[in-house]
């Protein structure tokens, strides 16, 4: 069975830092495209990053550019989201989803896009963000 869990989000004042973790089991991330997703209340679902594992391309919203980084341990097969400067906007239950490069790319997606969220195939629970002023 393939599952996604996602773990790390806890309440944080603003500047602060987190990790999140997505570990992969029943499939390796091996060709395959993570994304991290986040939803607050209240709004939609909105992508925040997203690795192509293949070339290790990445990409990020503008919203978290130059604060995010996403990065893989494949022999772990866990895909993290080390989240610096974190503002109280940053508050959200954060998702990680994956699908396969070969099927994201027949879904029009190319290593370094942001792949939208009805474009992956399997998604985690989620984990909650939390940051105060």
């Known amino acids: 069975e393939v599952q996604l869990v996602e773990s790390g989000g806890a309440s944080v004042q603003a500047g602060g830092s987190l990790r999140l973790s997505c570990a992969a089991s029943?499939?390796?991330?091996?060709?395959?495209?993570i994304g991290w997703f986040r939803q607050a209340p209240g709004k939609e679902r909105e992508g925040v990053s997203c690795?192509?594992?293949?070339?290790?391309?990445?990409s990020y919203a503008d919203s978290v550019k130059g604060r995010f980084t996403i990065s893989s341990d494949n022999a772990k097969n866990t895909v993290y989201l080390q989240m610096n400067s974190l503002k109280p906007e940053d508050t959200a239950v954060y998702y990680c989803?994956?699908?396969?490069?070969?099927?994201?790319?027949?879904?029009?997606?190319?290593?370094?896009?942001?792949?939208?969220?009805?474009?992956?195939?399997?998604w985690g629970k989620g984990t909650l963000v939390t940051v105060s002023e």
């Open positions: 989803a994956a699908v396969t490069e070969l099927v994201a790319a027949r879904r029009g997606q190319a290593p370094g896009d942001m792949i939208p969220g009805d474009v992956m195939d399997y």
């Open positions: 029943g499939f390796t991330f091996d060709d395959y495209a």
């Open positions: 690795m192509f594992d293949g070339d290790g391309s990445t």
